[in-house]
């Protein structure tokens, strides 16, 4: 079975703290996405990554950014926690080619204070 | 950028038929996904269509015409258990491949 682990369920941080949501994929695919859900606006893109070292912008990378240093690792980091960031948060892993599915992990749900 | 429009809501009785659209917009369009989400749980994959055309699994099929930018997930017989959010995705091509999502439609199914 394909996992992607995520490490923390919930999570409670303080405004202006530096805040890390780790992921780990064990299936050596090459993509992998963050995403924050909220309601009635879906999945939004915040960064992805096809490669070690090599990340891309989705559409809301500001106040976010990540750090892929193994293949099987997308961490997302929160620069300075503000309250406008309390969300789920969902990692997911892909294989390259086109017509393959998206795995995703069970998500973390931030909350700032 | 890439933009999806779905209808935020549908509801419908058991054994029925329903079909939920999405239209998008984007460049560099690869194919259309569509997802299942039920409350507290991760996403799941349901079917891509990368060509025009019908794609059929089971109780579910997905359709897409590229020259509409547009597709549909139909949902057939429909049962309790498929009360959820359903998500379309586009994949872009290139070297940035992206995957991204619609707001979701959420689905109720009644008795």
């Known amino acids: 079975d394909v996992k992607v682990t995520q490490s923390s369920r919930y999570l409670v941080k303080r405004t202006g703290e530096k805040v890390f949501l780790e992921c780990v994929q064990d299936?050596?695919?090459?993509?992998m996405f963050w995403y924050r859900q909220d309601p009635g606006l879906g999945l939004r893109l915040i960064y992805f990554?096809?490669?070690?070292?090599?990340?891309e912008k989705g559409d809301i990378p500001e106040g976010y950014s990540v750090s892929r240093e193994k293949k099987e690792r997308f961490s997302l980091i929160l620069e300075s926690a503000s309250t406008n960031q309390t969300s789920m948060y969902l990692c997911a892993s892909s294989l390259l080619q086109m017509n393959t599915e998206a795995f995703f992990g069970q998500g973390t749900r931030l909350t700032v204070v | 950028g890439q933009s999806l429009e779905q209808p935020s809501e549908v509801t419908a009785v058991e054994g029925a038929i329903v079909q939920i659209n999405c239209t998008y917009q984007?460049?560099?369009?690869?194919?259309l996904s569509w997802y299942q989400q039920h409350d507290g749980g991760a996403p799941t994959f349901l079917s891509y269509n990368a060509l025009d055309g019908l794609e059929e699994t089971g109780r579910f099929s997905s359709f897409l015409s590229r020259s509409d930018s547009y597709g549909y997930l139909l949902l057939q017989e429909l049962q309790m258990k498929d009360s959820a959010s359903y998500f379309c995705a586009v994949k872009t091509s290139g070297s940035a491949r992206q995957l991204t999502f619609g707001s979701g439609t959420q689905l109720t199914v009644l008795p």
């Open positions: 299936m050596d695919h090459e993509n």
């Open positions: 984007t460049s560099g369009f690869y194919g």
């Open positions: 990554s096809y490669d070690v070292k090599m990340k």
